[in-house]
């Protein structure tokens, strides 16, 4: 089946830092992912959709200057938690729809990225 | 009203048994349903998807879908420890996908 690669699955960081994440779509060629964050014993919340080419679009409450996202090719899209503060610290997951999935809305996820904040 | 919205607290059951887990979603236009499960410090994968009234099996897992009371259900038959998780019920809704808080599964030996 369709994989979704996320790197690195955790990171610890000091306050102010900034801090990178990657989604790979291993085997076939993603033009949406999605980000996701979760808090514990919380929902997942999307945060952003990510669009191969152009901008990304945010959702209500999400700043875009804090959580730069980029999607410039088919398997790659980044986001970057920028002047990381504790309050970031939550599971970041990465996900995109594959093929005819694409019409259903099915969501592949990847592994997921747990970040600390000191 | 939240778009997605799932029973909270744990669910007991004693392995063997049927685990029945419910989910109604507010936007009466949805087409497409899903349910992942989730382990503790993983990411959701899917295990059922529903698309038209009434039940789809696949395995042990049913899912049921009611649009006319806007409800989704999934049981689980013959629970197994190894179904110990986080059950995510997730509606398509404007080319997205919204989902609940979840529903912890605890399967009892």
């Known amino acids: 089946g369709a994989v979704v690669s996320q790197h690195p699955s955790w990171v610890i960081c000091k306050s102010g830092t900034s801090v990178k994440i990657e989604c790979r779509s291993l085997d076939f060629q993603a033009t949406t992912m999605f980000w996701y964050r979760q808090f514990p014993k919380q929902s997942l919340m999307l945060m952003a959709t990510?669009?191969?080419?152009?901008?990304?679009?945010?959702e209500q409450g999400v700043e875009k200057d804090k959580f730069l996202i980029n999607h410039a090719s088919l398997t790659l899209s980044t986001l970057t938690v920028t002047s990381a503060h504790p309050e970031d610290s939550s599971f970041y997951i990465c996900?995109?729809?594959?093929?005819?999935?694409?019409?259903?809305?099915?969501?592949?996820f990847g592994e997921g990225s747990r970040l600390t904040v000191l | 009203q939240k778009e997605v919205e799932q029973n909270s607290g744990p669910l007991s059951v004693p392995e063997g048994a049927i685990a029945s887990l419910n989910c109604t979603y507010s936007d009466r236009v949805s087409q497409s349903f899903f349910w992942y499960r989730q382990y503790s410090g993983k990411s959701p994968e899917l295990i059922m998807s529903?698309?038209?009234?009434g039940d789809k099996e696949d395995g042990r897992f049913t899912a049921q879908l009611n649009k006319a009371s806007q409800y989704v259900s999934l049981l689980i038959r013959d629970s197994q420890p190894s179904d110990s998780a986080t059950y995510l019920c997730?509606?398509?809704?404007?080319?997205?996908?919204?989902f609940g808080k979840g529903n912890q599964v605890v399967v009892i030996p």
């Open positions: 529903i698309y038209s009234n």
């Open positions: 997730a509606v398509k809704r404007n080319n997205r996908l919204a």
């Open positions: 996900s995109a729809r594959v093929g005819r999935a694409a019409e259903s809305g099915e969501l592949f």
């Open positions: 990510s669009n191969e080419g152009s901008k990304a679009t945010y």
